[in-house]
């Protein structure tokens, strides 16, 4: 098939390389309105075509990967899709829930495969983080939390939770087999003069009596990629800045031994929790490339015409999230997922 990297900057550069090497791809065609890009791909990969435009291209291709900012995904992807063409959208899906609801009923009223690209979901790591919990080697989950820092990059019209949070709310989803029903959100614009830099958002899974706590910065002196779960017999830890061994499992926990809590007034003598120090395991995660196995889990689907793991549906979830999580942010309060259903 022919494939499309609609927006070849940073991320879209690295699609057009593992779909260079995806056997059921004949044709990559770079698309891109800056022509020096264009020209440093085709040298990088000759046997791809290019083009400036998505309209230049859509009689080129079978199948587009948009990877522009996010506030041209909705507009592109429903062009595309009104052409008959199949399409992964990297995340965030669209910055509204309204155009996300729009792209689902128009990919499937052309018959299109839609996907969102949360590359998170085809992660070796999140997968045996999410079997962990699901299996309940961790037994019942007490909590997750999420840090995702670094000194930028800053952009120029989304903030921070919209840049970094999605990947997070896509694997606490996929760990957790949920959806949030309430988001709760702090941020601050430090270096920034009105969109946060720095924030802090809470999940609520009520039907599993979890939540989940996101911390996403541009501002921070240390590159940090980390989740954690804890849960009532071990915790884990996926690092994604460790050269091996990404993901540990702590045989640690804390009993309590059931105290009733101090009188008012009455003085606390003991400390009514006991600890236990085990050992740490690192599960063999095999080595493949997370963005490699998305694009082909893309190009199988559109092979099969099946519907893939993280579709129009699964981007709508991370979008709702986002939304609420703007209207937590601007109105200081608890927001309901019912309140952004629109
Ligand atoms: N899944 C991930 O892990 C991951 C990681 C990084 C970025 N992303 C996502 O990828 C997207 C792009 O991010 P980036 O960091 O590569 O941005 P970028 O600014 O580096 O690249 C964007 C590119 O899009 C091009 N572009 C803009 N409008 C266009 C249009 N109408 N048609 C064709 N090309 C157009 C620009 O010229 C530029 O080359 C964003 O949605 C971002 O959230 C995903």
């Given at each position: 098939m022919r494939v499309g990297v609609v927006g070849c900057g940073y991320w879209g550069s690295k699609h057009v390389r593992v779909l260079s090497m995806?056997?059921?791809?004949e044709q990559v065609v770079v698309i891109d309105p800056r022509s020096e890009r264009r020209q440093d791909l085709l040298r990088a990969f000759p046997a791809a075509a290019s083009a400036g435009t998505l309209a230049e291209a859509l009689p080129k291709v079978d199948a587009v990967i948009i990877a522009t900012p996010p506030s041209s995904h909705a507009e592109l992807a429903l062009r595309a899709v009104a052409a008959g063409k199949h399409v992964l959208v990297e995340?965030?899906?669209?910055?509204?829930v309204v155009d996300a609801r729009r792209l689902i009923d128009a990919a499937a009223a052309a018959g299109v495969v839609l996907m969102a690209g949360h590359t998170f979901e085809y992660n070796a790591a999140v997968w045996a983080l999410r079997d962990a919990v699901r299996n309940g080697?961790?037994?019942?989950?007490y909590y997750l939390d999420s840090a995702r820092l670094n000194l930028g990059l800053y952009?120029?019209?989304?903030?921070v939770v919209w840049d970094l949070a999605p990947h997070d709310i896509s694997i606490f989803n996929h760990i957790l087999g949920a959806r949030p029903d309430s988001v709760s959100a702090w941020g601050g614009s430090h270096a920034h003069r009105?969109?946060?830099d720095v924030a802090y958002v809470r999940l609520g899974y009520k039907e599993l009596d979890v939540a989940a706590q996101v911390h996403v910065s541009w501002l921070d002196p240390c590159k940090v990629r980390r989740v954690t779960v804890v849960g009532s017999r071990q915790m884990a830890v996926y690092n994604d800045?460790?050269?091996?061994?990404k993901l540990r499992i702590y045989d640690k926990g804390v009993s309590s031994s059931g105290h009733e809590p101090p009188a008012t007034g009455e003085a606390m003598h003991d400390i009514p929790v006991t600890y236990r120090y085990g050992g740490i395991s690192s599960p063999y995660l095999p080595v493949q490339e997370p963005l490699a196995v998305q694009d082909h889990h893309f190009t199988d689907c559109v092979a099969s015409g099946s519907t893939p793991d993280t579709d129009g549906a699964n981007g709508l979830a991370v979008v709702q999230v986002l939304v609420a999580s703007d209207l937590s942010l601007r109105e200081r309060r608890s927001v309901s997922l019912d309140e952004v259903e629109g």
């Open positions: 995806n056997p059921r791809v995340k965030p899906m669209t910055t509204s080697d961790l037994g019942a989950v952009q120029s019209n989304i903030n009105y969109l946060e800045m460790s050269g091996d061994e």
